[in-house]
């Protein structure tokens, strides 16, 4: 079963505008990762960011996280075409990871 | 350092027939997942292993899987026989450590399945 649902379940951007995608969750989390699969390729982790954390940042990725509203969300600043690709949170401790349903990204050159 | 090797990248097969896909984690990692990726899905954990012990096959839908992970290293995953609904992406992970929060789980490229 999905634990997380992520908005929207497509998105279709120029190269160099922001993308966002949300994810929303169910159950209370300890930490809530973001992953990125790119078409041929696995599932490569981006970010985590712990319960007790509201914001974090790692090169073009800015994540978010809101407990009361069981959400987050994933900014990418200045997209690039090798920003296309799927994106997935993800919750639960590592030895049993629940992914959401992903966001697929376009960007267009 | 080489990534989680997983063969075949792709397999088509007629219903009934059994099929079983091969992973080979990155070195030194003792723990080990298979997920199951329907299409427009997210992955779905089908069994854990640390080392060689299977710690959480609840997923598992035993009837027809069945995994293992001899000396601790490659695992093998086995379908037998397939159905039409077991067309997906198998994708296996590792990572150093089950437990905790901090350890990142490293996945491979997974194998397409098609059933006819």
């Known amino acids: 079963s999905q634990q997380g649902e992520e908005d929207p379940q497509a998105l279709s951007i120029q190269e160099g505008e922001n993308a966002t995608m949300n994810c929303s969750y169910k159950t209370s989390i300890n930490n809530l990762q973001w992953y990125r699969q790119n078409s041929g390729r696995g599932l490569v982790h981006l970010i985590l960011?712990?319960?007790?954390?509201r914001e974090k940042h790692s090169g073009r990725l800015r994540v978010t996280l809101d407990t009361s509203k069981k959400s987050s969300s994933l900014l990418i600043t200045a997209s690039r075409a090798a920003d296309t690709a799927s994106y997935f949170c993800?919750?639960?401790?590592?030895?049993?990871?629940?992914f959401g349903t992903g966001t697929r990204l376009t960007i267009i050159p | 350092e080489a990534g989680v090797v997983q063969s075949p990248r792709y397999k088509i097969i007629e219903k009934k027939q059994p099929v079983a896909f091969w992973c080979n984690p990155i070195?030194?990692?003792?723990?080990l997942y298979w997920y199951l990726q329907n299409l427009g899905q997210g992955p779905e954990l089908l069994i854990r292993?640390?080392?060689?012990?299977?710690?959480?096959d609840s997923q598992l839908p035993k009837d027809r899987f069945s995994a293992e992970r001899l000396k601790g290293v490659d695992s093998t995953l086995k379908i037998q026989p397939a159905e039409l609904g077991d067309s997906a992406v198998y994708l296996c992970a590792s990572s150093s450590r089950g437990t905790g929060s901090s350890n990142e789980q490293f996945f491979g490229p997974g194998t397409r399945l098609t059933v006819l």
């Open positions: 292993y640390e080392n060689e012990e299977a710690v959480d």
């Open positions: 993800a919750t639960g401790p590592n030895e049993k990871l629940t």
């Open positions: 070195s030194g990692h003792n723990t």
């Open positions: 960011i712990r319960s007790n954390e």
